[in-house]
């Protein structure tokens, strides 16, 4: 069964420093999502795209946070610089197509910053 | 606004039997879908069941089954024959379609299954 790709699973940093977070979505799905889960919550989206295009970064952290899809297929997010409260699961997911009710997840990029 | 709420933060059952995992929403829109995801401590969200707003019949899946009262603006989730497996973090989840694309999570219900 296909399935959403994620790297790394795990990732310790320090504060200030830089790290990335990459996905590859199942084959073919147009709409590709970054979601942040902080540990007790439910997770919140920070980007969604469309092919290659931002469809919603309404909740991202610009100052830090920059996501890309060049050939609207894998995405990578990074955040530079990390700060303490960036400490969170970083969940990529994808769909067929926008608005279609079968959203597929990854295993998540755990991050932890110190 | 949209918002999602799971008001049991964790839930016990014994094998084999149903649990009823509960779900409200607030939404103004009249077209939204429904989503039920299982988080197992892995940390993957597994796509569960879903339900849309305009569904007559509620959705089933296996063993899990969508218990969709719209008047009352909730969604709770049913699981039979509960197994040792099932213990996971489950979310609610919903997307208003004539909105953004986004899911909306709750809080989380955290299920654990005992012998």
């Known amino acids: 069964e296909a399935e959403v790709a994620q790297s790394p699973r795990y990732k310790i940093t320090e504060k200030s420093q830089a790290v990335a977070f990459w996905c590859d979505p199942i084959?073919?799905?147009?709409?590709l999502y970054w979601y942040r889960q902080i540990l007790g919550q439910g997770p919140e989206l920070l980007v969604q795209?469309?092919?290659?295009?931002?469809?919603?970064d309404s909740q991202l952290p610009k100052d830090r946070f920059s996501a890309e899809r060049l050939k609207g297929v894998d995405s990578t997010l990074k955040i530079q610089p990390a700060e303490l409260g960036d400490s969170a699961m970083y969940l990529c997911?994808?769909?067929?197509?926008?608005?279609?009710?079968?959203?597929?997840f990854g295993e998540g990029s755990w991050l932890t910053v110190v | 606004a949209q918002k999602i709420t799971q008001t049991q933060p964790g839930m016990f059952v014994q094998e084999k039997e149903a649990v009823t995992l509960d779900c409200t929403y607030d939404?103004?829109?009249?077209?939204?879908?429904l989503f039920w995801y299982k988080q197992p401590s892995s940390g993957e969200m597994i796509f569960l069941i879903y339900?849309?707003?305009?569904?007559?019949q509620n959705a089933t899946e296996g063993r899990y089954s969508l218990n969709f009262q719209k008047a009352r603006k909730s969604a709770n989730l049913v699981i039979s024959a509960s197994q040792l497996g099932d213990s996971a973090m489950y979310f609610c989840?919903?997307?208003?379609?004539?909105?953004?694309?986004?899911?909306?999570f709750g809080t989380g219900t955290r299920l654990q299954v005992f012998p």
């Open positions: 084959s073919g799905h147009a709409t």
């Open positions: 339900q849309g707003s305009y569904d007559e």
């Open positions: 989840a919903m997307r208003e379609i004539h909105n953004t694309d986004k899911l909306i």
């Open positions: 795209f469309q092919d290659e295009s931002v469809v919603d």
């Open positions: 997911a994808s769909s067929p197509l926008q608005g279609s009710n079968t959203i597929y």
């Open positions: 939404t103004s829109d009249q077209s939204y879908g």
